[in-house]
């Protein structure tokens, strides 16, 4: 059984940055695609940024040139820099392990959640 813990959420005013973690339990972290995602109040859960095996990175349009996805093998860690927050970043953010090496495959673990909140 896979587990993903993420951290780094918090309150931030607009215009500042924050940092997510995600660690992951297992051995094979390396072999798979992670992906962070974010649920606003009222909703639907929206993808974020996805990051491969090999490295190669996917971001939402509405995150393009703001936040950036990496990984940290040797430390079964993905993260997520948030810089230039808007109050529209504003969401639980989810961390996910895809199901092969490559993010288009979908995802099969999920981590509970942190929240992040950016005031105006």
């Known amino acids: 059984q896979v587990q993903l813990v993420e951290s780094g959420g918090g309150l931030v005013q607009a215009g500042g940055s924050l940092r997510l973690s995600c660690a992951a339990s297992g051995r094979t972290f390396s072999d798979y695609a992670m992906g962070w995602f974010r649920q606003a109040p009222g909703k639907e859960r929206e993808f974020v940024a996805a990051?491969?095996?090999?490295?190669?990175?996917s971001y939402a349009d509405s995150v393009k040139g703001r936040f950036t996805i990496s990984r940290d093998n040797a430390k079964n860690t993905v993260y997520l820099q948030m810089n230039s927050l808007k109050p529209e970043d504003t969401a639980v953010y989810y961390c996910?392990?895809?199901?092969?090496?490559?993010?288009?495959?979908?995802?099969?673990?999920w981590g509970q959640g942190t929240q992040v909140t950016v005031s105006s």
């Open positions: 990051i491969a095996s090999s490295g190669y990175t």
């Open positions: 996910a392990r895809g199901a092969g090496p490559h993010y288009g495959l979908g995802y099969n673990y």
